[in-house]
Each structure stands twice: as structure tokens, then as C-alpha cells.
């Protein structure tokens, strides 16, 4: 009786670690998924070779007396760019302002006003989910349209419906809403879009009496030697040093992106090395269950093979068998798994992420390998047995 206490207890566990190991494995492998889907969500809908330079207060002029003020980007600045690099690069000054008072007959909100060209759909992507985006004849009538963020829409329109032709009162002037844009990830430069009211920039440089004065540039496609090369043109025309880090601020989208990318890549080297662990230990149960199972049915095998049972028809029972109760704790890991990342799921929002294909074909992956080495360990075993005489077999397992 205490021997098959001792072995019950010992199949039990090595069940269960074939259970937890394919488990482990399952579940980590969707979080770093998450991992990967967060990180990359919040440069979400950026250009990724693009880049920002937004003006500062540089330490000192290229003479070395102080700088009174900060700088901004000029049309001559953007003149002069476009002679150096021509069609070949996309360049879009923008502005904004943050905080600003926006309002309707129905309710109100602190937006951000960005004044923006048509071409900044190219820098950033707008996720328009009513009207259209500016365009080129909006910014050439200088139109006081405007494309509203969802969140803006939801304060100044709470009662819902189309707000598509509405009127909402930006600074005390009147703009019509031709579009309603929910925006992309967590990163923003001129304020997130989901908060944000764009207009077009000419409207703005009209308002604001700024006509030909940018808060900051946007480019792309822009490499770091483009970058240097538009530092050096914007610090000749501003007459401070190109090496000055008070001058400027440079947000690049595809520096962002390799950094992200090195991320995830230690944080998968990680994972997988964890997860690599816990299959071995599944492994290692399946290899002790077999071990256990065969010792406990060593007279039986015997017995069988006195009475003239030949070794495949054995090595069939036996494995049929084994592998039996072990996908049935496989089978019962992956549907856990499952469940757990289908929650994770729903309740960061990354529908269909992480029980898609690549989780099935793992959990094909790692279950085959399982039963690979069952299989092994069983012929190895069995032939062991067969290869003695029935009545050595019971003498040997008494």
C-alpha cells in the first residue's frame, strides 16, 4: 500500500508538471505579446522614419553673446530646405497651443489647437472615423474648418449623433467641423489627437497674425544624417551652434522605434528562456510518468507476454495509454491558457493578439514535443522489457 501511495503520488505530480510547464509557457508567450503590443501602440500611427525638431532657446549666438529668445521655423527656413533636398523629403511645419477654450451650445472643453497642413496626414495617419481630414483647399482659403478629436466630440456633443457641419467656438471664432479623427497611439508632439482640434495652418497664421512662423518642423523620410544636415541649415540661418542641445529638441519616431524594438527583443530572449525551463520541466514529468507507469504494469507486461502478446501489440497499449491521461493535461493547459489571454484581451484591448495563430501553432509546437519524447522513452522502455523472458520480467518487478 505505501508503494502505490508513493507512486500515485509521484504520477500526480508528474502530471501536473506536464500541466504547469505547457501552462508557463502558454501564458508567457502572451505576455510578451502585451508587452510588444503596448510599446508599439504608443507610436502607433506615426510615420516611422519621420522626425520632429522643435525650436528652443539656444545657450548662446555663434559670437557668443546671449540668446534674448527662443527661435521658431520661418518660411525662409523652409525654403531652404526644400532647395537642399528637393520633392525627396516631406516637410511640414505645424503649430499649436494647448489648453485652449473650445465650446458649443451644448457643452465645452480644454482642447489642443494644431495648426497643421494637409501633408502632416503623411507624418502622422489620421484614424477618421466620421467627415474627412483637411485639405489642400481648406489650407489654401485658409477655411475655418476644423477636424475634432473623439474625446472633444464627446464633451462638446454629449447627446451623440452626426456633429459633421456643426458650428463649435474656438477663441471666439466660429469653425465648422468636417471631420472626427480618434488618433493612434499614447506618443504625441502637439498634443494627443483624441483631445486635440486641427485646423487648417494657413487659418491659423491668419488668426494669429503668424503667417510664415512655426512652432516646430516635422519630416520624413529623415535619417540621422538628413537630421544633421537640416540642423546645420536651421542653425546658419538662426546663427547659433549646431552643437548646442539647448537650440533644439529632435523626436525621432525610428530612433523610438529601434529602442522599442531592442526592448522587446530582450524581453522575448527572456521570456523564452523562462518558458524553455518550464517546458523541460514538462518534459521531465511526462519522462517520470512514463518511467512510473511502466514500472507499475512491468507483471502485467509479463503476464501478457506469456500468454503470447507480441512486443507491438504491448508498445501500442502503452502508449495509447500514456498518452492518453498526458493530452489530456495538455489539452486542459492550453484551454487555461486560452481563457486567461482571452481575458488579458478583453481587458487591455488587443482583441485577436494573442490567441491567434501563433499561439495555436506553440501550443502544436510544445505538445509534440511532449509526446515525441513519450513515445521515445516508451519503445526505449518496452523493448528493454520484451528483450527478457516473461518469468524474468515478473522475478525483476516482484
Not at 68 to 77: G, K, R, S, V
Not at 222 to 236: F, G, N
Amino acid at each position: 500500500m505505501m508503494t502505490v501511495s508513493i507512486h500515485n503520488n509521484l504520477r500526480k505530480r508528474s502530471l501536473f508538471g506536464i500541466f504547469w510547464g505547457l501552462l508557463f509557457i502558454l501564458v508567457m508567450y502572451g505576455g510578451a505579446t502585451i508587452i510588444s503590443g503596448m510599446l508599439h501602440k504608443g507610436i502607433s500611427g506615426f510615420s516611422k522614419d519621420s522626425v520632429f525638431i522643435l525650436p528652443g532657446k539656444p545657450s548662446e549666438h555663434k559670437e557668443g553673446y546671449p540668446y534674448e529668445e527662443a527661435w521658431n521655423i520661418t518660411d525662409m527656413d523652409l525654403k531652404r530646405i526644400k532647395a537642399r533636398f528637393g520633392t525627396s523629403l516631406n516637410i511640414c511645419p505645424a503649430s499649436s497651443i494647448y489648453s485652449l477654450p473650445v465650446s458649443t451650445f451644448s457643452g465645452s472643453f480644454s482642447a489642443t489647437l494644431r495648426a497643421v497642413p494637409p501633408d502632416y496626414a503623411q507624418i502622422e495617419q489620421p484614424s477618421i472615423v466620421a467627415g474627412r481630414y483637411i485639405n489642400r483647399d481648406d489650407n489654401e482659403r485658409a477655411a475655418k474648418v476644423c477636424v475634432i478629436g473623439t474625446e472633444v466630440y464627446r464633451s462638446l456633443f454629449p447627446e451623440g449623433g452626426c456633429c459633421l457641419g456643426s458650428t463649435v467656438i474656438i477663441a471666439g471664432n466660429s469653425f465648422t467641423v468636417v471631420g472626427v479623427d480618434s488618433g493612434g497611439g499614447n506618443f504625441s508632439v502637439n498634443g494627443k489627437t483624441d483631445m486635440s482640434i486641427a485646423i487648417p495652418l494657413k487659418t491659423w497664421g491668419m488668426l494669429t497674425n503668424r503667417m510664415g512662423s512655426y512652432d516646430f518642423l516635422c519630416l520624413s523620410p529623415a535619417s540621422d544624417k538628413i537630421c544633421e544636415e537640416v540642423i546645420s541649415l536651421l542653425a546658419e540661418e538662426h546663427d547659433f551652434q549646431s552643437t548646442d542641445a539647448l537650440a533644439c529638441s529632435i523626436i525621432s519616431v525610428s530612433r523610438m522605434t529601434k529602442a522599442i524594438d531592442q526592448i522587446i527583443a530582450l524581453v522575448n530572449i527572456l521570456i523564452w528562456v523562462i518558458g524553455i525551463g518550464t517546458l523541460f520541466s514538462g518534459i521531465v514529468g511526462a519522462i517520470s510518468f512514463t518511467i512510473i507507469n511502466l514500472k507499475e504494469r512491468a507483471r502485467e507486461i509479463g503476464i501478457r507476454r506469456a500468454i503470447g502478446a507480441g512486443k507491438a501489440q504491448i508498445l501500442m497499449m502503452i502508449i495509447l495509454e500514456t498518452l492518453g491521461e498526458e493530452s489530456y493535461r495538455c489539452i486542459l493547459a492550453v484551454f487555461v491558457s486560452a481563457m486567461i489571454l482571452f481575458m488579458a484581451e478583453r481587458l487591455l484591448g488587443f482583441t485577436g493578439m494573442l490567441v491567434n495563430q501563433s499561439f495555436l501553432m506553440l501550443s502544436g509546437i510544445s505538445y509534440l514535443t511532449i509526446v515525441s519524447i513519450t513515445m521515445i522513452i516508451c519503445i526505449v522502455i518496452v523493448n528493454r522489457l520484451c528483450e527478457n523472458v516473461p518469468i524474468q520480467v515478473l522475478n525483476n518487478y516482484e
